[in-house]
């Protein structure tokens, strides 16, 4: 794979992720964005399930694991603790997990415990990746701008996840997620422009 496609690989699987949601839930008439579950879409006994759980999940998960395994080329030379950008990229890995089917009628089978396991974890490992991760984009100039958005999004999704007991949970679940594929498309973004800066420069030599 191209270095160049690498570092978009986040931005790639963010969008793979959103347009399959908006694909397979206009597929679906039973589902309502409002209070329906993302995973609902790909849950068992909907219409194209399978589908869902590999390009909702499954594959964006694998996009930003790519992504995230080369991410700290472009910070500071690599040189930075490498434990923050291994919980986001674990978060991706677990977000991949997640394309278990969720049964909405038997929330104790296995695949309903392993999807809500995979897609708790998937979160809380983003939120602690996230937090830790901005000591070390501090280190790089051409980082640093981008600390206090990502911070914000980041707040958004905890923010978001206090109105999944609403009465529009599903509504407030989208909003978290958006934010998380926000984020890693901004890092995504940053990421590719340096490594198309280091080429630039590289062919001047």
């Known amino acids: ?79 930075v603790k490498k434990h923050p950008f291994i919980l986001i990229m674990l978060s991706a890995i677990l977000m991949s997990l997640g394309g278990f089917p969720m049964n909405y009628n038997e929330f104790s089978s296995t695949t309903s415990i392993f999807h809500i396991f995979s897609v708790m974890s998937s979160g809380l490992v983003f939120i602690i990746g996230a937090f830790t991760i901005s000591k070390q984009l501090k280190k790089d100039k051409n980082w640093k701008t981008l600390i206090r958005p990502l911070l914000i999004l980041v707040w958004i999704l ?20 958006l934010a998380y594929y926000i984020y890693i498309s901004l890092l995504s973004w940053n990421a590719y422009k340096l490594y198309k800066k280091e080429k630039a420069v590289a062919n001047k030599v």
């Open 158 to 177: 905890i923010v978001s996840g206090f109105f999944r007991t609403s009465e529009f949970p599903g509504l407030a679940q989208k909003i978290g997620i």
């Open 1 to 79: 794979m191209k270095n160049k496609i690498i570092y978009l690989s986040g931005i790639i699987g963010s969008i793979i992720c959103i347009l399959s949601y908006f694909i397979f839930s206009s597929l679906n008439s039973e589902y309502y964005h409002i209070t329906k579950a993302f995973s609902e879409l790909g849950s068992v006994g909907q219409p194209n399930t399978l589908l869902y759980s590999f390009f909702g999940f499954i594959i964006p998960g694998i996009f930003i694991i790519i992504f995230c395994l080369n991410l700290t080329k472009q910070v500071n030379n690599g040189n």
